[in-house]
Structure formats: structure tokens, C-alpha cells
């Protein structure tokens, strides 16, 4: 097995990736780059960020293993004090892979197009105060959202941010996306849903802003981005999906609960 491997950049997942390379050429694990079979991920859910976008290209080929420093996160199935047991299992057994949803997106501007993979979330944000956009739904005007933002989540990315808002958790299973208004503004001249949509597969959802010279304060992840010239947004459950290699099973439901409940 080939393998490449992102640590957090703290003295603990520092000192954890060593620790991780020696054990695994010991174990007959190949480091490798720029072609791995295996993504190792050591910090939280945000090295986990770090090593997808790395990685993305690779998709068909690679799946991601989390080994968290800290607390359990979403996407850690391993503790700091589990090393060992992770790599006699990645040297002598097959994982099972899970594989997850993503969200695609597609960003028309004065100058083109790009178009972007994300894992967690998509936030839309005005540069200057109060966002103004039209949302269409399937190419149908939807509503005129006014507020401080829009936040389009994956099914994993749904106990995130979209959480914080009132919006629902998803299960990954479920091929969709989740869009969740930030502080929508409400009053007899101004109407939103003012609750959370989800959307199906094939479905999509655009956001037009009115004026393309607003400068527009784009999330994808981890990155912010300021963009002006923006003319529309779509989202779409992207085609392409994450895989995560499983060697021991730990359900989402687990997850969901030991985040925000704790023991029962």
C-alpha cells in the first residue's frame, strides 16, 4: 500500500506523523506523494479539509483516514493512542470503503467560470453588509433572499455550520444537499422560507445576485475567497464522491451523538 500523509503542524501531530512513517516502512507501507492509494489525515477535521482539497484530483483512486489529536471528529475514525492498531490493520487486512456525497459548484463571473468540489460547506456572504440574491430552484425563481448569508452543506458538512442554524442532519447516505439561511431578514416587505431546503440529487439551486459589481465573500471549506463580477452560483450534488477506508466500523449516528450529546 501506498500512502501520503498532512498533520496538523502541532507539536502532538508532528510528533505523530514521525511516529506514523516509522512504524509503517517497519510494516512494509510505501510514502508516496504524489500517487497514494491511502490519505492519512493527523489533527482534527480541518487537516481532514486540508488533505481532500490536496488530494481531490485523485478522487477515483485514493481514500482518506482520519486520526484525530484532539476529540472525535467527524471525519476521525482513530485516537491518538490507536497508531498501532491502525497500521497492523493497514498492513495485514482490506478496509471497507465508505463513500460519501459531495457538493459541486459553479461560479459564473465577468471573466468565466470555475467550478469547485466541497466536502463540508459553500457560504455566500456580501463583502458590505446585507446579502441580496435570488434563489431559483430547477431554474424556477424560488425567493429574494435578504440576510448576512446563505450556507449550502453537504450531508456531512449538515453537523456543521448548517447545525448551528437550525438546519437538519443529514445522513450521508443520502444524496443531497441542505441550503440554510444566516439571519434572513423577515417583515411584510421582505419574505424567505426562513427553514432550512433540501434538495435531492439532480435537483440544483441557483443564487443570482442583483448587482455583479458587489464584492462577494465566498467560503468553499476552509478557504474564503473575495470575488466581484460574480453574475450566478449553482449547486449540485456533484457526480464524484469521497471514500473513506473503514477498519473497524463506527456509524454516523455514533458520530452525531458522542459530538453533541455525549454518553446516554
Given at each position: ?26 510494516r512494509?507501507l ?12 493527523i489533527?482534527g ?9 490536496r488530494?481531490k ?5 485514493v481514500?482518506f483516514?482520519?486520526i ?5 471528529g ?7 493512542n ?14 471497507r ?6 457538493l ?11 467550478t ?12 458590505d453588509?446585507?446579502?441580496?440574491s435570488?434563489?431559483?430552484?430547477n ?58 431546503v ?17 464584492e462577494?465573500i ?8 473575495a470575488?466581484t463580477?460574480?453574475?450566478?452560483i ?27 450529546i455525549?454518553?446516554?
Open positions: 500500500m501506498k500512502y501520503a500523509l498532512l498533520d496538523r503542524g502541532d507539536r502532538l501531530s508532528r510528533e505523530l506523523s514521525e511516529q506514523f512513517q516509522t512504524q509503517a516502512k517497519a512494509g510505501i510514502y508516496d506523494e504524489e500517487a497514494p492509494d491511502t490519505v492519512v489525515s489533527g477535521d480541518g487537516t481532514m479539509l486540508q488533505a481532500f482539497h488530494y484530483e485523485l478522487l477515483d483512486r481514500a483516514i482520519g484525530h489529536t484532539g476529540h472525535l467527524f471525519y476521525a475514525d482513530w485516537q491518538k490507536e497508531l498501532v492498531e491502525l497500521l497492523d490493520l493497514m498492513a495485514s487486512s482490506e478496509p470503503n465508505i463513500h460519501y456525497p459531495l459541486h459548484v459553479d461560479i459564473v463571473t465577468t471573466e468565466g467560470k470555475e469547485h468540489l466541497v466536502l463540508n460547506e459553500f457560504t455566500l456572504k456580501s463583502g453588509g446585507t446579502l441580496v435570488a434563489i431559483h430552484i431554474d424556477e425563481p424560488f425567493e429574494m433572499f435578504r440576510g448576512d448569508g446563505i450556507v449550502i452543506s453537504t450531508p456531512t458538512g449538515s453537523t456543521g455550520y448548517n447545525k448551528s442554524l437550525g438546519g437538519a442532519v443529514i445522513h450521508p447516505s443520502l444524496e443531497a444537499l441542505q441550503i440554510a439561511e444566516i439571519a434572513s431578514i423577515n417583515n411584510r416587505v421582505y419574505r424567505t422560507l426562513g427553514s432550512s433540501i434538495l435531492p440529487k439532480h435537483h440544483h439551486c441557483d443564487i443570482v445576485p442583483p448587482d455583479p459589481g458587489e462577494l465566498i467560503g468553499v471549506d476552509h478557504m474564503l475567497m470575488l463580477g460574480v453574475r450566478s449553482t449547486c449540485r450534488v456533484a457526480e464524484k464522491k469521497v471514500t473513506f477506508a473503514r477498519y473497524r466500523p463506527f456509524t454516523f449516528w455514533n458520530r452525531v451523538r458522542e459530538a453533541f455525549g454518553s446516554v
